[in-house]
């Protein structure tokens, strides 16, 4: 079993429009979640992570977690061109899980 | 600053080979973790070194081995090439190796296995 999951995608939203990435996670022991973002051909980056039940904001992304229900998404607002990468959610519990990553693609 | 540097960025290599991989991490840096990622996945972790100790290991077969040295660079060893070892391999490091930390990533080392 996958233990994470990121199973929508691809996404592709006009430029300006809020995207929405979500991902699901199995290991109830998984402490805190990361969002890294990788452009074609490059290695992944950290844009976002969230430790704590709730919202997070930095600039245009907010980052949710809900440890209930196991979910962990990612908005965009006011999406831009330079936004079109894959997103991956990875979770840490004794290791750091990825999920196979989402490619967002913003239409100018 | 430099980032975190890979070598070499490219190979290619037969099965049955033998391959090794490097990484340089972030001046400062003491943990160095691997990770291989196949076309259309997200990365898999391989191992985590931290100060020249293993700190953890993913689910890949004894033919995979790591090590860091006292600079804290590492190299990465795969025994035994198959086909299914294609893939990119990506380095990460961090100051400490906590979970809770910020990877940064190398660009990468491109492994083909004919």
């Known amino acids: 079993q996958k233990e994470v999951e990121q199973n929508s995608g691809p996404l592709s939203v006009p430029e300006g429009a809020i995207a929405s990435l979500n991902c699901t996670y199995s290991d109830r022991g998984s402490q805190s979640f990361f969002w890294y973002r990788q452009y074609s051909g490059k290695s992944p980056e950290l844009i976002m992570f969230?430790?704590?039940?709730g919202d997070k904001e930095d600039g245009r992304f907010t980052a949710q977690l809900n440890k209930a229900s196991q979910y962990v998404s990612l908005l965009i607002r006011d999406s831009q061109p330079s936004d079109s990468a894959t997103y991956l959610c990875a979770g840490a519990n004794s290791k750091l899980t990825f999920g196979k990553g989402i490619t967002l693609s913003v239409r100018p | 600053d430099a980032g975190v540097t890979q070598s070499p960025t490219h190979l290619i290599k037969t099965r049955g080979q033998h391959v090794t991989l490097r990484c340089s991490p972030i001046s400062g840096h003491k943990s160095v973790s691997w990770y291989q990622q196949v076309l259309g996945q997200g990365p898999q972790f391989i191992f985590q070194y931290y100060e020249k100790e293993e700190r953890g290991r993913g689910n890949f077969p004894d033919r995979f081995s790591a090590r860091q040295f006292p600079n804290y660079s590492s190299e990465l060893n795969v025994n035994a090439l198959l086909l299914g070892d294609s893939a990119l391999y990506l380095c990460a490091s961090s100051l400490w190796g906590s979970l809770n930390e910020k990877l940064f990533f190398g660009s990468g080392t491109q492994l083909s296995v004919l």
């Open positions: 969230i430790y704590s039940n």
